[in-house]
C-alpha cells in the first residue's frame, strides 16, 4: 500500500501561483509514477500532468502547458505542483495519485489516490 498526502490548497486571486505537495509513505518504490489530477464541481475528474521516477519524463494536459510544472523529490517522496497564472476555471479539488510499473503511462490506470486539496481561483 502507498499513502498519499497532498497539501498547499487554499483560495488565490486570478493571476497568483501556488504550489501543491504531495507526501507519498508505505510501500514506495522505483517504478511509481506520480500524477496530478482535479476535478471541479459538477465535472468529472481530469488529468492534470504526470511524473516519472528519475523526473526524465512528464507529461501535461493541454490546458496548463506553460503555466504548471510537476516535479518529485525523491528522497522526500513528495511531488510537486506548481501553478503559476492560475485562473478561475482551475478551481477544483487536485488530487495526487501514484501509478506503478515499469513503463512511464502518464494516462494510465493508477493505483493510489490521496483525499484531495481545494484549490480556490477568485476573479
Do not use: H
Amino acid at each position: 500500500q502507498v499513502q498519499l498526502v497532498e497539501s498547499g490548497g487554499g483560495l488565490v486571486q486570478a493571476g497568483d501561483s501556488l504550489r501543491l505537495s504531495c507526501a507519498a509513505s508505505g510501500r514506495t518504490s522505483s517504478t511509481i509514477t506520480m500524477g496530478w489530477f482535479r476535478q471541479a464541481p459538477g465535472k468529472e475528474r481530469e488529468f492534470v500532468a504526470a511524473i516519472s521516477w528519475s523526473s526524465s519524463s512528464t507529461n501535461y494536459a493541454d490546458f496548463v502547458k506553460g503555466r504548471f510544472t510537476i516535479s518529485r523529490d525523491n528522497a522526500k517522496n513528495t511531488v510537486y505542483l506548481q501553478m503559476n497564472s492560475l485562473k478561475p476555471e482551475d478551481t477544483a479539488i487536485y488530487y495526487c495519485a501514484a501509478r506503478r510499473g515499469v513503463i512511464f503511462n502518464p494516462r494510465g490506470a493508477y493505483d493510489y489516490w490521496g483525499q484531495g486539496t481545494q484549490v480556490t481561483v477568485s476573479s
